[in-house]
Structures are given as structure tokens and as C-alpha cells.
């Protein structure tokens, strides 16, 4: 077994695919082919089920995967402090809710990319369940994700808390009105997503059973669904803000317990904090404690949200940058 046979093994099972695996690796079908193989053998079993669209991961290949990730990491880590000369550079791999990335990112990741133009920077949004996987199988760097976390592999620091309200169409006045509406529908992210937890855990609070929520992977969805009645969702309240005031959709305070929610930043514990990860929790660190990117206002879509913490990470979309991206989810 070598690096060359798990970064192989990790492209074929992201990918599905021996031929997509041999493009991304540049190199041809057959090497690919035959390194599978050679790990399998070495292993004493198959990683992967065949079928004639590709393959699939195997239940052994599917616990080999996270570990085949954490020696890449490691390896990919010992030639960043080698390189790591103190001038942040290379790559950071970030991850964060769509949400987060509305609110309160884009400035701070134009800031960053435009002060520190030689570090690649790479940007996924997801769920905090699915973000939290990704951290701890070093698939990310690091990642903005909704608390509370218990996992003690995992280093964490709240940034900032957020207000979550409920948000329904105009028409509904009173949360005491969700009673009467019969095949009641939660508009929500996908499964993991830590904010469609409290709206279950607010709904069975006050008696109101929902049907079958529906799900969407983007937050102008949701909103556009609720905005037209098709039922009702729990979010930050400065992003949703700018519709409320434009009498899109209506606000409705939930009990304080399950409204305030901290976003922390996570990374693993036993990570390599090079040059460039430390320059971007110092950046994030000091744009969140005034409430702006520096040199810049603001960002209009951002409500009120208190900053607890120094640190950092993410964004939307996958992205990387000389200029940042960005993407979707919670």
C-alpha cells in the first residue's frame, strides 16, 4: 500500500467511476484498474462493488475511506510546514452553512482573497451534520457549522450568535394559527441541517404535527416557497430580513431557547494550523468582531448578530479563488 493507491482508491470512490478516476489522475483506465486491485488483494477484500455504470463503495470500503483521507491529510499537512515559510500560501479547503454564507461571508472572503492572492482557497456549503463529516474525514479544513458540537476530535470556537425566527407567508398572523391548518408542510435543507431540527423540536412544542417536509438544497428556494404559502420554515432573521420588509414573508419570535444559536468554526484537533488557516481566523476574527470586512461596509443582507469569538471559515458554493466563490445549503 502506498499514497499513490489511497489518493487512487479516495478519486474512484468520490467519482463512482474507474474512467472519470483515470481522467482526474491523468493517467490511463487500466493503472487505475490495476492499483484497485493490488489494494484490494493487500487488504483481503473488496473495496468496491462493479456494475455497468461504474462502481460502488463497499461497506469495508466505506470504513477504509475516512482513514485513506486522514494519511492524505497528514501527508498533504508535512508538505505544508516543510513549505510553510510564514507567507500564508496553498491550499485551504473551507466549508460552511448557505446560510452563514449569506449573511455574513462574501466581503470577508473578497477581503481575504485580494489580500492574500497566492492561497487557493476552496469553498463547499452544506448541512452542519454533513459539514461536521467532511471536517473530521479532512475532507475540509475547517467549517462554520451551527451549535452546539460535542465531538472530541474536533476544535471549536463560537463566532457569533444568530436569532432564528419563524418565517411563513403574510397570511398566517399568529404561530397559534399553525394548529388550524390541516397537512401543515416544513420548507427545510436538506437532512442535517441543525435549524430544521428546532423547527421540528418548536412545531411539537406548541402541538402542531407537519406532514412530510419539503426539501430544497438553496435558500432563495425556500423562501420562494414559503413566500407563496406552501408552508413554513425557521431562519436566521437577517436573512430574511430584506423579504420581511418587503412584505414577502412574515416574521413570528419562537421561545429564546430554541431562537438563539451559535455558529462556531471547527477544525480537527490534530491539524497542522499553517500560515494560511492562521491568517484567515485572524481576518475572520476581526471582521466579525466589527461587524464588517475591513475597509468595507457592512453587508446589506446581514441582521443583527452578536460576535462571541475569534475565528473563522467558508462560504457558499465550491469555489476557488484568486477572487473567492461560493455555493449552497444549512
Partial sequence: MDLVDLRTFETVARLGSMSRAASELHTVQSNVTARIRALEHELGTALFERHARGVLVTPAGRRVL????????????????ARDDGTPSGNLRLGSLETTAALRLSPLLT?????????????????????????VDARLDGAFV?????????????????????????????PAQLADIAELRTVVFHYGCSYRQRLENYLASI?????????????????SCVAAGVGVTLLPRGVVAEAAARRR???HRIPKELAHVQTLFIRRKDAYLSSAMRAFVHMAGAFHAVGSAPGSGRSARAGPARCVGRVS?????????GAPGSSSTT
Fill in 66 to 81: 475516512p482513514i485513506a483521507a486522514r494519511i492524505a491529510k497528514l501527508v498533504a499537512e508535512a508538505c505544508s510546514a
Fill in 111 to 135: 477581503e481575504f482573497a485580494a489580500t492574500y492572492p497566492d492561497v487557493r482557497l476552496a469553498v463547499s456549503s452544506g448541512t452542519t451534520a454533513g459539514l461536521l463529516r467532511d471536517v
Fill in 249 to 251: 414573508v412574515a416574521l
Fill in 313 to 321: 471559515s467558508a462560504a457558499s458554493e465550491s469555489a476557488r479563488v
Fill in 207 to 223: 402541538g402542531v404535527v407537519s406532514s412530510r417536509p419539503l426539501e430544497f438544497g438553496s435558500l432563495d428556494a425556500i423562501l
Fill in 146 to 174: 451551527a451549535g452546539p458540537v460535542a465531538h472530541r476530535e474536533l476544535a471549536q470556537e463560537a463566532v457569533f450568535e444568530e436569532e432564528l425566527v419563524l418565517v411563513s407567508s403574510p397570511a398566517l398572523t399568529s
